[in-house]
């Protein structure tokens, strides 16, 4: 997921989105204790996605604040 696509999502959409990740993450740490985790990669570009969207909603907050 790009930067760029970020930006153009409403405060909402990218609340919703990083739920949605967050939710992602917790499945996929939980199949990598239990080893049924086939793509063990997935956790380290769920967690940068994570931090792209908290960086575009802090920018927001910024913005905003300006």
């Given at each position: 997921m790009k930067s760029a696509e970020l930006r153009d999502l409403s405060e909402k959409e990218l609340d919703a989105k990083l739920t949605d990740l967050k939710q992602e993450l917790f499945?996929?740490?939980?199949?990598?204790?239990?080893?049924q985790l086939d793509n063990p990669l997935r956790l380290k570009v769920v967690r940068k996605d994570i931090a792209r969207v908290k960086t575009v909603i802090r920018e927001k907050e910024l913005k905003k604040a300006q």
């Open positions: 499945n996929l740490r939980f199949q990598h204790a239990i080893n």
